[in-house]
């Protein structure tokens, strides 16, 4: 079965500075499908990031990067210039590439940007 | 456009009653997915439903929990003889289906507490 591990619970960071969230999962599939979700207090998942398996290139959208690495099936998710707003509950998710298209979620880490 | 709406926005409910939850999907949207967030948890798999194929159940914890989804777009999450361990935020998402759409466009959740 396919696992999605989120290491730190719980992690703060200064406003402006840069912070990493880490992710490790567990698969046997080649084709597949990893996300970023963002969960304000809100209780709104939005999508940070996606990225294909396929693609050695590291997906980015403006201050949000990953550090996507296969054969060690990691994929942390770098914040830069952390801002207020970024204040939420992140989660690392696993999809298939094959025909559902269910998702499969770490617990999450509590990201908090000081001020 | 509009977003994924769910209803009720939070719910409380005695032990032993029936619930349902309500999720109007993104239209157009053909692939429909029901999670459930427990406290202090990942997103948890229940169902999806793509088009006019029979749904994948294979999250549903009971037999008490049942899903429907009325004309390709609205569903209905059913939990029957509620119990304190079903409390928790319910989120659906729903995806655009077909090759290729594996974003997954999620809805302000419904938070269910059996008291």
Same mark, same amino acid.
């Given at each position: 079965?396919?696992?999605? =591990?989120?290491?730190?619970?719980? !992690?703060?960071?200064?406003?402006?500075? =840069?912070? =990493?969230? @880490?992710? =490790?999962?567990?698969? %046997?599939?080649?084709?597949?499908?990893?996300?970023?979700?963002?969960?304000?207090? @809100?209780?709104? !998942?939005?999508?940070?990031?996606?990225?294909?398996?396929?693609?050695?290139? /590291?997906?980015?959208?403006?201050?949000? %990067?990953?550090?996507?690495?296969?054969?060690?099936? %990691?994929?942390?998710?770098?914040?830069?210039?952390?801002?207020?707003?970024?204040?939420? !509950?992140?989660?690392?998710?696993?999809?298939?590439?094959? %025909? /559902?298209?269910?998702?499969?979620?770490?617990?999450?880490?509590?990201?908090?940007? /000081?001020? | 456009?509009?977003?994924?709406?769910? #209803?009720?926005?939070?719910?409380?409910?005695?032990?032993?009653?029936?619930?349902?939850?309500?999720?109007? +999907?993104?239209?157009?949207?053909?692939?429909? &997915?029901? *999670?459930?967030?427990?406290?202090?948890?990942?997103?948890?798999?229940?169902? &999806?439903?793509?088009?006019?194929?029979?749904?994948?159940?294979?999250?549903? +914890?009971?037999?008490?929990?049942?899903?429907?989804?009325?004309?390709? #777009?609205?569903?209905?999450?059913?939990?029957?003889?509620?119990?304190?361990?079903?409390?928790?935020? &319910?989120?659906?998402?729903? #995806? +655009?289906?077909?090759?290729?759409? &594996?974003?997954? *466009?999620?809805?302000?959740?419904?938070?269910?507490?059996?008291?």
């Amino acid at each position: 079965a396919q696992t999605v =591990t989120q290491s730190q619970p719980e !992690m703060s960071v200064q406003e402006a500075e =840069t912070v =990493t969230l @880490s992710c =490790t999962y567990d698969t %046997s599939e080649n084709n597949y499908y990893l996300f970023w979700y963002k969960q304000p207090p @809100s209780r709104q !998942m939005i999508l940070v990031i996606r990225q294909e398996a396929y693609k050695q290139q /590291n997906a980015t959208e403006n201050r949000f %990067s990953v550090n996507f690495q296969k054969a060690a099936k %990691s994929f942390s998710l770098k914040i830069s210039d952390s801002q207020l707003g970024d204040t939420a !509950m992140y989660f690392c998710a696993w999809g298939s590439g094959g %025909s /559902n298209y269910k998702l499969t979620f770490g617990k999450g880490t509590l990201l908090t940007v /000081n001020p | 456009g509009a977003g994924v709406s769910q #209803s009720p926005s939070n719910k409380v409910t005695e032990k032993g009653k029936d619930v349902e939850l309500r999720c109007d +999907p993104i239209s157009g949207h053909t692939a429909l &997915y029901w *999670y459930r967030q427990s406290l202090g948890q990942g997103l948890e798999f229940l169902i &999806y439903f793509q088009g006019n194929s029979a749904p994948d159940k294979s999250g549903l +914890p009971s037999d008490r929990f049942s899903a429907e989804r009325t004309g390709g #777009s609205v569903s209905t999450l059913t939990i029957q003889r509620t119990q304190q361990e079903d409390s928790a935020v &319910y989120l659906c998402a729903s #995806s +655009p289906g077909g090759a290729g759409s &594996y974003e997954q *466009y999620f809805g302000p959740g419904t938070r269910l507490t059996v008291t």
